[in-house]
């Protein structure tokens, strides 16, 4: 059952306690530590991340839920009322769902929505859940046969989301996330990729520049949460695109892409070097690119 975001007098000055704790601990770090500005807002966002991780401690945005599905733990044809349960939260709406849509209005509403179910089950799975097609029909208000139908269009795209049925029955599938990265390695940019995976060009460039410099941290053998802090992302996310480049990190297709995650990975952060104090030019030089 999903649980909406109310808008109360309780819930705004949580939102402010939290801020105002937030700075406190902020500054304490700075005059205590003589950590910089930055690093100690990067400190914050991942004590919140750290502290927070767990929904039902977490403050719901405008376009977010709460909802509680089985937890991916839960081995296959176990009822449901034995099943333990996880509470994640999901973006129901988000701008780029709107953006290159196709110009019929009927095309449109039906890519709106598989983005939409692409999303949300993503981050379901990131968060240690799984939800069924029951789930996703309730969540989108639209009939079980509707989000069958949009599965199996999916698939034909080579994109299986992750629902309780397809992890639990068919075994792991390719979400629209690797599928976007595996045909960027393979040599596609990213204008026909958001043709062939039905995105936007902003959420597929997102997708790709997160990749490389995770790729490129990995590379340098950073661990999955100084991953996390230095690029600004959860540690769930990192283990996404870890996945993703484990999987792909010995076909003979990435060798051509190497040089554009080298050159990338060392421009952001170089650029960003004086200003974060997290990687210094030395460990940007060392260690090999090798695969």
Known sequence: MGENKLSSKESQT????????????????IEGTGLSKWEADVLLETINDVLFSDPDLIELKESQLKYSCVSASEGAGKPLCECQMRTVLLTLFHDEDKVGLPSSNKQGSICKRQRRIMRITSEAKEQGGLLSQEDLAEILMCDVRTIRRDIKALEVLDIHTPTRGQQKDIGPGITHKEVAIRLWLEGTEPVEICTKIKHSIKSVENYLEKFKRVAYLRMKSFDDYQTALTIGISVNSVKTFIEIYKKFKNKSFIKSRI????????QYFLAQDEKKGLISQKDIKQGGMSL
């Open 14 to 29: 949580k939102r402010l306690k939290i801020k105002s704790l937030g700075q406190q601990l902020k500054q304490l770090a």
């Open 259 to 266: 040089a554009e995650i080298e050159l990338i990975g060392s």
